[in-house]
Each structure stands twice: as structure tokens, then as C-alpha cells.
């Protein structure tokens, strides 16, 4: 288990990370989504101790990550840009990482490369850099760490190869209680393999929770109304985040339960409403709105 407990990083003036409070159980897929600048690089560059917190700490599986050689064994990092040596294989890379990871297994290694089409005495600086995040990705889960962190994880892969790549994520998370921490500024990337997700915004956390799709203080409802009156006894009931309307059709984000909100629908008696599912771009807009980040404003660029 992976434990934060008010962590702070500055860089002069800009206060990248504040105060952050998070537990990552073990076995889990923990997604960390925000905009870019949202702290999320380095958040993880704390978390595999390439960077020092100016207060705060984190302790993994009860000991602390700092300049702790046994700790951080289980621990494999990916950054955006991986990095690896002038002209250097795969398999050269792979040698010298496992000099770094005694459970290191080669075996299964050559078998994801092959599996996958990639030459492992090819040089890596002859890739793409979406080959060059899968190659290090594959690596990572054959390094035999019980955590692998990754930053911006599905940038530049293909579909085919990010779908394979979710798929062995969570294969190892199944069958050898890996626990993985991918962050991403692409909130739908993440959204259907992670089973825990972490909104950080001006590094601060806004949300941290499982299966923060399905939260319960923020609904999505579309409805027909038989008259105005009946739409505004809508609005001046509930504390509504968003309205839209396409046609006769209305659909509200607004705040409160599902079972609060559907009373004033029903008091309302529309023609027709039923709820939908909150995507996980509209649970981050509102959030981040309601810290003060004008979203809307972009749309009228």
C-alpha cells in the first residue's frame, strides 16, 4: 500500500503540489487525471523518489520511499519520456534494469516482445516515441515490481496497442497483485481500466475515490417538460451545474442524490426524464469549476 500524507512540492513561487492526502491500496488500478499543470508529473516524480518533497511524506508498504534502495526494488517508474541509453537495444536496456530488480523475468520480457512484433536487439532511439512509451511499458511489467507508475501512459499508441497494453495491466494486476498508478491528461483513457480515480487540479486533490463515474453527489438527467413553469420549478429547486437543451429535449448536471434529485423531477412531471451516466470529462469540469477554473471560457474562443 502506497501511503501520501501531506506532501507538499514548490518550485520558487508556484506551489506544485499542496498538501496532498492520498492512500493507493494494493491490486489497484489508481488513475491520476488532470489538465497539464494540474501537478501530476510531479506527484509521481515524489512518489519514486526522483524528487524531494519539501514537506510531507510517503511511505510505501509502511517505510519510507527516501534514498531507500529496498523500497524502491518494488517500485518501477515510467516518466513521459523514458529514458534510456545512446544506441542502446531493448534488450541491452532491459540487462541493465535488471541489475536494478532482482525479480526481474526476461522470459516473460522476450515473450511480450514477441507477442507485440518488436525486434529486442533493435536500437530503441530508432522507434517512435509511442513504441519507445510501449517498449518501456513492457518492460515495466516484466520487471517484477509489485508497483509501476507511469505518467501520461497511452500517449502516442495506437488503439490496437493501447488496448493490448490495458489488457496486460490488468492481467498482472489479477494475477500477480500488481498495482499500478497511471496518470493521464486524457480523462477517457483511463476511465475504463482504472478502478480507483484521483482528479488533481493545481495540485490539489479534488476527487479520489472508486468508481468516480458512478459518484453520487453529481447527476445527469434529460427530460421533456409539458410547459416553461414546470423547467423553472426544475431550476429554482435544485443547484444545477450545467443546463442544455437540444429540441424539446433538456439535460441538466446538477447537484445532489439521485433520490433528491428525482423528487423534484417528479414534482415537476415532465413528460419524460431519466438519468445518465456523468462522463468522466463532465465530473472534472464540474469540479474544477467549483475551485474557480473557468472552463466555459474556452468555448468561446
Same mark, same amino acid.
Given at each position: 500500500?502506497?501511503?501520501?500524507?501531506?506532501?507538499?512540492?514548490?518550485?520558487?513561487?508556484?506551489?506544485?503540489?499542496?498538501?496532498?492526502?492520498?492512500?493507493?491500496?494494493?491490486?489497484?488500478?489508481?488513475?491520476?487525471?488532470?489538465?497539464?499543470?494540474?501537478?501530476?508529473?510531479?506527484?509521481?516524480?515524489?512518489?519514486?523518489?526522483?524528487?524531494?518533497?519539501?514537506?510531507?511524506?510517503?511511505?510505501?508498504?509502511?517505510?519510507?520511499? $527516501?534514498?531507500?534502495?529496498? =523500497?524502491?526494488?518494488?517500485?518501477?517508474?515510467?516518466?513521459?519520456?523514458?529514458?534510456?541509453?545512446?544506441?542502446?537495444?531493448?534488450?541491452?536496456?532491459?540487462?541493465?534494469?535488471?541489475?536494478?530488480?532482482?525479480?526481474?523475468?526476461?522470459?516473460?520480457?522476450?515473450?511480450?516482445?514477441?507477442?507485440?512484433?518488436?525486434?529486442?536487439?533493435?536500437?530503441?532511439?530508432?522507434?517512435?516515441?509511442?513504441?519507445?512509451?510501449?517498449?518501456?511499458?513492457?518492460?515495466?511489467?516484466?520487471?517484477?515490481?509489485?508497483?509501476?507508475?507511469?505518467?501520461?501512459?497511452?500517449?502516442?499508441?495506437?488503439?490496437?496497442?493501447?488496448?493490448?497494453?490495458?489488457?496486460?495491466?490488468?492481467?498482472? =494486476?489479477?494475477?500477480?497483485?500488481?498495482?499500478?498508478?497511471?496518470?493521464?491528461?486524457?480523462?477517457?483513457?483511463?476511465?475504463?481500466?482504472?478502478?480507483?480515480?484521483?482528479?488533481?487540479?493545481?495540485?490539489?486533490?479534488?476527487?479520489?475515490?472508486?468508481?468516480?463515474?458512478?459518484?453520487?453527489?453529481?447527476?445527469?438527467?434529460?427530460?421533456?417538460?409539458?410547459?416553461?413553469?414546470?423547467?423553472?420549478? =426544475?431550476?429554482?429547486?435544485?443547484?444545477?451545474?450545467?443546463?442544455?437543451?437540444?429540441?424539446?429535449?433538456?439535460?441538466?448536471?446538477?447537484?445532489?442524490?439521485?433520490?433528491?434529485?428525482?423528487?423534484?423531477? $417528479?414534482?415537476?412531471?415532465?413528460?419524460?426524464?431519466?438519468?445518465?451516466?456523468?462522463?468522466?470529462?463532465?465530473?472534472?469540469?464540474?469540479?474544477?469549476?467549483?475551485?474557480?477554473?473557468?472552463?466555459?471560457?474556452?468555448?468561446?474562443?
Amino acid at each position: 500500500m502506497i501511503e501520501i500524507h501531506e506532501l507538499c512540492k514548490n518550485y520558487g513561487q508556484v506551489k506544485a503540489i499542496r498538501s496532498v492526502d492520498l492512500t493507493i491500496r494494493d491490486q489497484q488500478i489508481f488513475g491520476l487525471v488532470g489538465a497539464n499543470g494540474a501537478g501530476k508529473s510531479t506527484l509521481l516524480g515524489l512518489l519514486s523518489d526522483v524528487l524531494e518533497p519539501d514537506s510531507g511524506w510517503i511511505h510505501i508498504d509502511g517505510q519510507p520511499i $527516501r534514498d531507500n534502495v529496498e =523500497v524502491k526494488q518494488e517500485l518501477f517508474y515510467i516518466p513521459d519520456e523514458a529514458y534510456y541509453f545512446p544506441s542502446s537495444t531493448i534488450a541491452q536496456m532491459a540487462d541493465y534494469l535488471e541489475g536494478f530488480y532482482p525479480a526481474f523475468d526476461s522470459e516473460k520480457l522476450n515473450h511480450f516482445l514477441d507477442f507485440f512484433e518488436l525486434d529486442p536487439n533493435r536500437s530503441i532511439s530508432t522507434y517512435s516515441k509511442g513504441t519507445r512509451k510501449q517498449l518501456f511499458i513492457l518492460i515495466g511489467l516484466s520487471a517484477g515490481a509489485h508497483y509501476l507508475v507511469l505518467d501520461e501512459t497511452f500517449d502516442g499508441l495506437d488503439v490496437f496497442v493501447r488496448q493490448g497494453i490495458k489488457a496486460l495491466i490488468r492481467k498482472e =494486476v489479477k494475477e500477480r497483485g500488481l498495482t499500478a498508478v497511471i496518470a493521464s491528461h486524457n480523462l477517457s483513457e483511463v476511465d475504463d481500466v482504472c478502478s480507483h480515480l484521483c482528479i488533481l487540479h493545481e495540485g490539489k486533490v479534488l476527487i479520489s475515490q472508486d468508481g468516480i463515474s458512478k459518484t453520487k453527489t453529481i447527476q445527469k438527467v434529460q427530460c421533456i417538460f409539458k410547459k416553461d413553469e414546470d423547467r423553472e420549478l =426544475v431550476e429554482d429547486r435544485l443547484k444545477i451545474r450545467r443546463h442544455t437543451k437540444q429540441g424539446s429535449m433538456h439535460i441538466f448536471i446538477a447537484d445532489g442524490s439521485r433520490e433528491s434529485v428525482e423528487t423534484v423531477f $417528479r414534482e415537476a412531471d415532465p413528460l419524460f426524464y431519466e438519468f445518465l451516466n456523468l462522463s468522466l470529462e463532465e465530473i472534472f469540469f464540474t469540479r474544477t469549476e467549483e475551485e474557480g477554473y473557468d472552463i466555459r471560457r474556452y468555448t468561446k474562443l
